[in-house]
């Protein structure tokens, strides 16, 4: 079997690339289950520094964990490299991006059968954190975990289906003899009895707590000594140095202890680690947290044959199960001192415990790990293949319901507010005009596809809301306080055309004479708004009302005239601005894009007016050109606006263009029944969906809202009224290119 492995490795030092090491060379020393050959590895080493590791030659690349180019290129390496299947190492910290979000770019990019091992198992998840787990689901074809604990918290907290997981121990070397005094001999420890903690040193380790037991095991017996073996961890050293084990030091000497510890701060290879933990009579984990799934360290003092004293978490409580240990509760340095008394005061029932820990070490033994592994695998692998399918096509396949759930908190009897931090509604900022307007075309858009009584009152509702918020003269107020009061000097050419698109919407496609009626009343009452407009967006939403409006009121001349002036203000806008490299209506690209070549394309078919056809094509393709990466929409950031003559900013890229660029490609697809632009349509609305940048979803399983944004390593976290809206009505406009299909 040839395996294509990601994970850290060594020379990093830490716990994942030393279970790495030993899973790839425990592989290697196997004959695959299935063949009776031998196993080929390639391992793909995660790096955290600007400059390799000194990797050995069976890492084929390393991948800078903070470079997203590297993702992909390692991707269509393994995609091309013959691999019966791709096993990573997962653990958040070891990734990029928020939470290690970089992941995805793997699990969304890598087309060969995907087994991941979850080092990190937790009940309650972060936003970030549930999005990868969400794509670790969706992507691989089997989780493993190494503990029939960490199996339950996925199925029971994230609905994980069980047999989507397998449980596969965490390996150790296999400890040959339990000979306890011929170690210590070796060691220059033969007249101690030996305590000890191994493994990369930080504060959650608690080794405080049992130096703070020392004092009173030290009463009973002198000649204890406590070894703390193992180096600080690097990332602990780059941030605040030696501050945590200078502490440790200094409290050994407070409680005068400190010829009773042993700090060996080095980083050993297996075989020395052996032989430490050979000579080890009662090997103490006490760390201060539950939510630790797998101890590597707990796993290889069991297999060595020392009694080990515990805290509670999750996996030592079941891998000493059995007599194979004894636990303490957190920071509970008295019951520490107490058992460990008990164990020293008992040598039977030391030499007991440390017999059944080494005999069941034997079933673990990374030998036995990998041929569990090796058989599994050829398990699944024969019941899958390789995977076709491109991001979007999964995305679109798993679509989910669409929910009105967040909308709805959203939502009041006045209108929908405008902003959330997280998914709680922040009332402070009140409502606006523009959100409004969005919410009205939503509700119509969904009426259209599935009439309900629900549907019609929210029409309902946002008309009224528009009618509160437009002035005697026909303009609109787009902020309302929360206590509804019209907030001064606040009108918006932008949600005025916003406000106007959705009126004139409302009288071709609302279900009720009354509700066409008095939408035509307010449109009607804008109209004399149209003269001496200047921003473009603004032109563009009122554009697309007349539009909609002239379907139904035909033969109007006003409007037509109207019309015709603001197609006419975009052609000149972009004959004056564009040349051979920017071709567009400003000398900037900003928000809400596509709209402006939207209301151009759709007006200049109303009066078949080829030139503008062309124009509007012309642009929606310069547009493109800074929107698309191959295979998704790569939008354009508001960190700052895309200037002529400048780079574009990649973050943080919004809904709103998202929809955008959906509608007009269903205007597109619509007009044509061109099969390219239903494809685009896709490849917009699949945005949403996590087929972006960080191939990470926009939308929210459990609230059913939308992020505000896409930044470069993370989400914006807030679900606010523009966004949800904008998924909303993409989702909608979707659906209906869908069912034309």
Not at 218 to 229: E, F, T
Not at 606 to 631: H, V
Not at 656 to 678: F, K, P, Q, V
Not at 705 to 730: H, I, K, M, P, Y
């Amino acid at each position: 079997m040839k395996i294509a492995v990601i994970g850290n490795y060594p020379p990093r030092e830490c716990g994942i690339a030393t279970y790495t090491q030993n899973f790839v060379q425990s592989l290697l020393s196997t004959l695959d289950t299935k063949t009776g050959l031998k196993n080929e590895i390639d391992v793909f080493a995660m790096t955290d520094i600007l400059v390799d590791y000194n990797y050995p030659t069976i890492v084929k690349r390393s991948i800078h964990q903070n470079k997203k180019e590297e993702y992909l290129q390692v991707a269509e390496l393994i995609n091309q490299g013959k691999y019966d299947y791709c096993h990573i190492q997962h653990e958040y910290g070891i990734y990029g991006g928020q939470c290690g979000l970089f992941v995805n770019l793997f699990l969304t990019h890598i087309k060969i059968p995907l087994f991941i091992t979850l080092h990190s198992v937790l009940k309650v998840l972060n936003f970030h954190q549930q999005q990868v787990l969400e794509n670790m689901l969706h992507f691989s074809d089997q989780l493993v975990v190494m503990s029939k604990y960490a199996r339950k918290i996925l199925v029971d907290s994230h609905e994980i289906p069980r047999e989507k997981i397998s449980v596969i121990q965490h390996g150790a070397p296999p400890f040959d003899l339990l000979d306890k005094a011929a170690f210590k001999e070796a060691l220059g420890w033969s007249k101690h009895k030996i305590l000890m903690t191994f493994g990369l040193i930080g504060r959650s380790k608690g080794i405080e707590i049992a130096i703070q037991a020392l004092p009173e095991i030290c009463k009973n017996h002198p000649s204890i000594l406590y070894v703390v073996l193992g180096k600080t961890h690097p990332h602990i050293v780059r941030n605040e140095g030696e501050i945590y084990r200078e502490s440790l030091i200094r409290l050994a000497s407070e409680l005068g202890v400190d010829k009773n510890v042993l700090f060996l701060d080095k980083y050993v290879n297996e075989e020395d680690l052996k032989t430490y933990l050979s000579a080890c009579d009662i090997y103490i984990t006490p760390y201060l947290n539950e939510a630790q799934i797998t101890s590597g360290t707990l796993t290889y003092a069991v297999s060595s044959g020392s009694a080990v004293l515990s805290t509670p978490y999750w996996h030592a409580v079941e891998l000493l199960d059995d007599g194979r240990g004894i636990l303490f509760d957190f920071e509970a340095p008295d019951q520490l001192a107490t058992k460990a008394i008990d164990l020293l005061n008992s040598p039977e029932k030391l030499k007991w415990m440390q017999q059944t820990a080494f005999d069941y070490g034997k079933s673990i033994s990374w030998k036995e790990v990998s041929i569990e592994t090796l058989q599994k695998a050829n398990g699944i692998l024969s019941k899958i293949h390789l995977k076709t399918e491109s991001l979007e096509e999964k995305l679109l396949s798993e679509l989910p319901e669409f929910s009105l759930d967040h909308f709805a908190n959203l939502s009041d009897s006045t209108g929908i507010l405008q902003h959330a931090t997280y998914s709680i509604v922040d009332y402070a900022h009140g409502y606006c005009t523009d959100d409004n307007a969005r919410a009205l075309i939503m509700a119509l858009k969904l009426n259209s596809q599935e009439a309900t009584k629900e549907s019609e009152q929210l029409i309902g509702k946002f008309l009224s809301f528009l009618n509160y918020m437009q002035n005697l003269d026909g303009t609109f107020v787009n902020m309302l306080s929360y206590s509804k009061n019209h907030l001064s000097n606040n009108r918006s050419e932008d949600a005025f055309g916003r406000s106007v698109w959705a009126l004139g919407y409302t009288v071709k496609y609302a279900p009720q004479i009354n509700q066409k009626a008095f939408a035509n009343e307010l449109f009607l009452k804008a109209m004399p708004n149209f003269e001496g407009m200047n921003d473009l967006r603004g032109m563009a939403g009122s554009a697309l009302g007349i539009i909609n409006y002239l379907s139904v009121y035909k033969n109007r001349a006003d409007l037509e005239s109207h019309l015709e002036n603001f197609l006419a203000f975009f052609f000149n806008s972009f004959q004056a601005i564009s040349d051979d490299t920017w071709q567009w209506y400003e000398d900037k690209i900003s928000y809400d894009n596509a709209i402006i070549p939207l209301a151009m394309y759709s007006g200049a078919v109303y009066f078949k007016n080829q030139a503008y056809i062309e124009i509007a094509l012309k642009s929606l393709d310069f547009l493109e050109s800074y929107s698309s990466n191959k295979t998704h929409l790569s939008l354009i950031g508001n960190e700052k606006w895309l200037e002529k003559g400048k780079e574009k900013s990649l973050f943080c890229q919004q809904p709103i263009d998202a929809l955008s660029m959906t509608l007009i490609y269903h205007c597109l697809y619509t007009d044509t029944g061109n099969e390219m632009y239903r494809k685009k349509l896709n490849t917009a609305f699949s945005w949403f969906l996590g087929n972006n940048d960080l191939c990470t979803s926009m939308y929210d399983k459990k609230t059913k809202g939308c992020s505000d944004g896409l930044f470069e390593s993370s989400l914006n976290l807030n679900q606010g009224g523009e966004s949800l809206l904008a998924w909303l009505t993409a989702y909608l406009t979707y659906k209906s290119a869908k069912n034309k299909c």
